[in-house]
Nanobody, 121 residues
Framework: QVQLVQSGGGLVQAGGSLRLSCTAS????????MGWYRQAPGKQRELVAT???????NYADSVKGRFTVSRDNAKNTVYLQMNSLKPEDTAVYYC???????????????WGQGTQVTVSS
C-alpha cells in the first residue's frame, strides 16, 4: 500500500521560515511528479509548487522567490522550504504525488494527510 506521510509545519511569525517534508512509502514501482498544494479556510485547494522526476519545477506566482521545492529521489521525499512567510500563506498544506504501485505499474494520484501552517502578523 502506497502512502504519503508529511512532517513539518506549525506556527511562525510573518517573515519567518518553515520547512515541510513528504515521504512516499510502500510498494512503489515509480514516482513521477511530486509537489505541494494548500487550502485556506473558505477557499479552494490551490497549487503551490511541483517538481517532476526530471527536476522541472513550477511555482504559483504568489510564492515565487519565497518558496523552494526540492526532492530526494533516493529517499522518495519532496521538500518545501518556505521563507519570508506572510499571513496569507496560512493554510493546510498537502503533499501530492503521481505514483505507480508495484502491483499495477499504473500512475495514480496520492495525497498526504495535510499539515497546518499558520503565519501570524
Amino acid at each position: 500500500q502506497v502512502q504519503l506521510v508529511q512532517s513539518g509545519g506549525g506556527l511562525v511569525q510573518a517573515g519567518g521560515s518553515l520547512r515541510l517534508s513528504c515521504t512516499a512509502s510502500g510498494n512503489i514501482f515509480s514516482i513521477d511528479a511530486m509537489g505541494w498544494y494548500r487550502q485556506a479556510p473558505g477557499k479552494q485547494r490551490e497549487l503551490v509548487a511541483t517538481i517532476t522526476s526530471g527536476g522541472r519545477i513550477n511555482y504559483a506566482d504568489s510564492v515565487k522567490g519565497r518558496f523552494t521545492v526540492s526532492r530526494d529521489n533516493a529517499k522518495n521525499t519532496v521538500y518545501l522550504q518556505m521563507n519570508s512567510l506572510k499571513p496569507e500563506d496560512t493554510a493546510v498544506y498537502y503533499c501530492n504525488s503521481r505514483i505507480a504501485p508495484l502491483s499495477t505499474r499504473i500512475l495514480y494520484t496520492y495525497w498526504g494527510q495535510g499539515t497546518q501552517v499558520t503565519v501570524s502578523s
